[in-house]
């Protein structure tokens, strides 16, 4: 195999094989070897440059490969392709930009839409960027000094590591003889940035601690981690929040065996099915395209909102299909605690019955934040009961307590047995209901919903229950639509 040289430096040498392919020979040189090499170099190094500049020409267009080895390497201006033609990897400079960033952008359809970014907060200043698949089997992004910008990291060593772009979207470092996904030593859909990617297990593994969350661009020239972070929270029954700082702006809402509680629009529709799983190991939510013909993908914006796109290939750009936070009553905790907010009131914030406002004043000028209070105190043990709300989104369950074999009937149990428990719902809507959701904390976070709402069961002192009329039966449950006060079905 005819070799020519490109660089020598003092860690190896860069040679290029008559195929055009990269070699690097790490450290190998002999002292006398590398003096016959610079010689070379100094008497060729002009012929040596054009060679260069025409194979690398050469290998921008034809390179179609997905995969890059050991000995390779990936330059700026290089691209390599997923072998179902959908997702292209190399260097790009976002929006008005001239910094340089590894990424991964759609390659068959709407080029230009960036999904993944490797050195998001640490961009290179020029196009000597160098992307290696180093030993043990990590992916190293280097500027032209050698310096490291970048890398992926691993627990395990192999010998013969590869990359690999999949036509998900996914690059991966695996061992060359092995494509089992169960033993790639990395992955980028472990890493999101802003762009949630079908396939991509959105949420953590308690048992590797890694915890797999959304963060937005800082600005469309600035791929570093802006304002946002949509996260899966583990507290209680698990949800997604959505944060600025560490300020809560939007909460999912449980799971209830067909969508998050506070998500009503996520429906089965016929271009994604998803799906959430939650065991002692993991808990995370996915989805699937149905059909590739219909491209979509979920992307946190640089305002907060995150939002499903689909592409339209008429128009050749990207449709908002759904979007959360979708208006006030979506902003967490808008109306404060035990009150509950309908965006098709005037005002939107309501007490819930038997509470009344905590500060009259504030919530008098518009100021609901502090929410309501009971009307008359709990006093346990003292024939308590339930009032039934319908057509809710579940109150914030960083603090409540689940069972996912209880029914109704002992899940009530279970709540009045308990003095701090202050409300029950089942876990699971489907056939019928099962399950057991209990809260200890006040309820916060309820809003009506029009379409897909659930039902909640809220304690109440017994007097709050005209019990004066049933004198003889504890522990009734009212039935009240909040939409509706006078609804009262008994
Ligand atoms: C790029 O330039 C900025 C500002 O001059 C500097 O702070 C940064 O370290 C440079 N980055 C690299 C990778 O050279
Ligand atoms: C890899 O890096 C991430 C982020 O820096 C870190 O959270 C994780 O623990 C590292 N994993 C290993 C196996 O070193
Ligand atoms: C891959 O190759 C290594 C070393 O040659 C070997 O130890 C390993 O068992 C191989 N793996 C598979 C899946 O063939
Ligand atoms: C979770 O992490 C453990 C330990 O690293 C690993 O064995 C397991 O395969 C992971 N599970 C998933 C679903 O990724
Ligand atoms: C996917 O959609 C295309 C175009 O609408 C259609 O021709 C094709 O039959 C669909 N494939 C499946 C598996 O539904
Ligand atoms: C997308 O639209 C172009 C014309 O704008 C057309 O040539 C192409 O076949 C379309 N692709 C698909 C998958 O419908
Ligand atoms: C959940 O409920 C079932 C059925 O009532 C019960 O057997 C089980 O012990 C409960 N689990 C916990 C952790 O309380
Ligand atoms: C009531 O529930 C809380 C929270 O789960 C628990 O800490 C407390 O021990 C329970 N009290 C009784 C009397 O069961």
Redesign the pocket.
Known sequence: MALWIYEVTIEGALLISQEGEWLVIQNLLSKKLEHHLRILMKEFSFLLNLLFIYILSNMIVSTAVDTIAASQLLRDGETIVSTGGSFELGFFSPGSSTKRYLGIWYHKIASGTVVWVANRETPINNTFGVLMVEEPGILVLRDHTNHKIWSS???RRIQTPIAQLLDSGNLIVRDGNDSDSQNFLWQSFD?PCDTFLPGMKFGRNSTS??DRYISSWKSTDDPSPGDFVYRLDPNGFPQFLLFKGSIVQFRSGPWNGLRFSGIPPLKANPFYKFWFVFNQEKMYYTYELLNTSVVSRMVLGQNGIFQRFTWINRTQGWKIYISVPLDNCDTYAFCGPYSSCNIDDSPVCACLKGFVPKFPNEWDKVDWSNGCVRKIPLECGKGDGFIKYSGIKLPDTRYSWFNVSMNLKECKMKCLNNCSCRAYANLDIRGGGSGCLLWFDDLIDIRQLTENGQDLYIRMAASELGKNLWPNEGNEVFHISIRNNKDKDI
């Open positions: 990291n691993s627990s890493f601690g890694l």
